[in-house]
C-alpha cells in the first residue's frame, strides 16, 4: 500500500472542489482512490462483514433492515484511521472544519475530529435527510460527509441522491421534491458532501451489494456517534500517529472531573 491511499489533489481539483461544495454543497472527485487501494479497501470490508454479518444491532431502524453494515470502522483495522487522516483529505477539510481559534494545536494539522464511520451497502431506499441534525444557513458548515465509493453505484442499485444547492436554504428536507440527483459514480471515486445538504439512496433492487464508506467529519466540539477513543483496541493504538488519535476525538474527550482538567480543547500533549 501507498503512504497516501487517495490520489493526489492539485491546486485545480481542490479549487474546482471548494467551488463545487460552496456553490451546489457537494462534489464528485473521479478516480479519487486507485483500484488497487479500493480493491484491497473492498476486500477488508466485505471480510468484516461476513465476520459479523449475524451481529444484532439495537436500535437498528426498519428502514435500515435489508442494508448491509460495518459499524465503528477504526476499531477493525488500521487502514481505516489511515483513511480518515490521509493528507489529500487534509487539503479539504482543514480549510472548511477547522477552528482557527483552537490554539492547542498549529494550524497546519487537523482540529476537526471524525463523528462516525461505516460502511454501507444499500438496501430499502433511504428517504432525503440532512445530517447536521438541525437546518441552517451560512458559510460554516458543522460537518462533512465523506463517501468512498468500492463498488459502482447508479438508479438500480442503491445509489446515493441529493438535491443540489439545498445546503443553502436552511430548512429540513422537503421528501416530495423532483429536484433530486441521482449520483452514478465508479469505484474508486469520493463523494463529499456538506452535512446540509439534503441526500438519501435509492431502492437497491439487485441482488447484489453496492459498497461504500461513509465517514462523517465534524468540528471537534461535536458529540460523536460513537466514542471513538474508548473502542480502539491497543494493538491499533499503538500503531496510530498524534494527528490520527486527534481525529479520533482523543483531544477532545471531557474531564472526568473538574480536577482533571476544566478544558476540552486540549493539544498532543493530552495523549503522553
Known amino acids: 500500500m501507498n503512504n497516501s491511499l487517495i490520489n493526489d489533489l492539485n491546486k485545480s481539483k481542490l479549487h474546482t472542489i471548494d467551488n463545487n461544495l460552496s456553490k451546489d454543497g457537494y462534489t464528485l472527485i473521479k478516480k479519487g482512490i486507485s483500484q488497487k487501494?479500493?480493491?484491497?479497501?473492498?476486500?477488508?470490508?466485505?471480510?468484516?462483514?461476513?465476520?459479523?454479518?449475524?451481529?444484532?444491532?439495537?436500535?437498528?431502524?426498519?428502514?435500515?433492515?435489508?442494508?448491509?453494515?460495518?459499524?465503528?470502522?477504526?476499531?477493525?483495522?488500521?487502514?481505516?484511521?489511515?483513511?480518515?487522516?490521509?493528507?489529500?483529505?487534509?487539503?479539504?477539510?482543514?480549510k472548511r472544519l477547522n477552528d482557527k481559534y483552537y490554539r492547542w494545536l498549529p494550524d497546519n494539522v487537523p482540529n476537526y475530529i471524525l463523528n462516525s464511520f461505516n460502511a454501507r451497502s444499500s438496501g430499502y431506499a433511504l428517504d432525503l435527510h440532512i445530517d447536521s441534525i438541525i437546518p441552517f444557513k451560512g458559510k460554516y458548515p458543522l460537518s462533512y460527509i465523506v463517501l468512498f465509493v468500492l463498488e459502482d453505484m447508479d438508479s438500480r442499485n442503491g445509489a446515493t441522491i441529493v438535491v443540489p444547492k439545498s445546503h443553502l436554504s436552511g430548512t429540513y428536507t422537503n421528501r416530495k421534491t423532483n429536484k433530486a440527483k441521482v449520483i452514478k459514480a465508479s469505484a474508486g471515486d469520493i463523494l463529499i458532501l456538506d452535512s446540509r445538504t439534503w441526500h438519501g439512496t435509492t431502492e437497491n433492487k439487485t441482488n447484489k451489494s453496492r459498497w461504500l464508506i461513509n465517514a462523517v467529519f465534524s468540528i471537534w466540539s461535536m458529540k460523536q456517534q460513537i466514542d471513538f477513543p474508548n473502542t480502539i483496541p491497543k494493538k491499533i493504538l499503538n500503531k496510530l500517529s498524534n494527528k490520527q488519535k486527534q481525529i479520533l476525538g482523543y483531544c477532545s474527550i471531557p474531564p472526568t472531573s473538574e480536577n482533571d482538567r476544566i478544558n476540552i480543547k486540549c493539544g498532543y500533549e493530552v495523549l503522553n
Open 37 to 94: 487501494n479500493i480493491s484491497f479497501l473492498k476486500r477488508t470490508v466485505v471480510k468484516l462483514f461476513n465476520k459479523n454479518k449475524n451481529k444484532k444491532y439495537k436500535g437498528l431502524p426498519a428502514r435500515d433492515k435489508k442494508d448491509l453494515r460495518i459499524y465503528n470502522l477504526p476499531k477493525r483495522d488500521k487502514i481505516f484511521c489511515d483513511l480518515i487522516s490521509d493528507y489529500n483529505l487534509e487539503k479539504i477539510l482543514i
